[in-house]
């Protein structure tokens, strides 16, 4: 079982930057490939960014290619999501995602994760 608590998120405006967290609960971190989602008012919840076990395979949805970056420091089980230019559209709640893994995986779907956290409100103003 993991537990997963996001932080980070906030209030920005058009064009800034903001780092979210997610730190999981568990001694087995470095066994689960990791994900972003978010999920806009009124509106379904979407792939972000995906991490493999080691952290050397990424995956990044085509909107926030070069602009986003997810990483993870498995001494501090903890997987970041840092945000640059962000736009008025980017608001939603961001959830992070575990996967138990036994090899470089990473998954773009939400029916690939197992282990979900409860979100943090990332808000872009214009």
């Known amino acids: 079982q993991v537990q997963l608590v996001e932080s980070g998120g906030g209030l920005v405006q058009t064009g800034g930057s903001l780092r979210v967290s997610c730190v999981a609960s568990?001694?087995?971190?470095?066994?689960?490939?990791l994900g972003w989602f978010r999920q806009a008012p009124g509106k379904e919840r979407e792939f972000v960014a995906a991490?493999?076990?080691?952290?050397?395979?990424?995956y990044y949805t085509d909107s926030v290619k070069g602009r986003f970056t997810i990483s993870r420091d498995n001494a501090k089980n903890t997987v970041y999501l840092q945000m640059n230019s962000l736009r008025p559209e980017e608001t939603a709640v961001y959830y992070c995602?575990?996967?138990?893994?036994?090899?470089?995986?990473?998954?773009?779907?939400?029916?690939?994760?197992?282990?979900w956290g409860q979100g943090t409100q990332v808000t872009v103003s214009s």
């Open positions: 568990g001694r087995t971190f470095s066994s689960y490939s």
């Open positions: 995602a575990a996967r138990f893994s036994t090899y470089e995986y990473i998954a773009s779907t939400m029916g690939m994760y197992d282990y």
């Open positions: 991490i493999s076990t080691s952290g050397r395979n990424t």
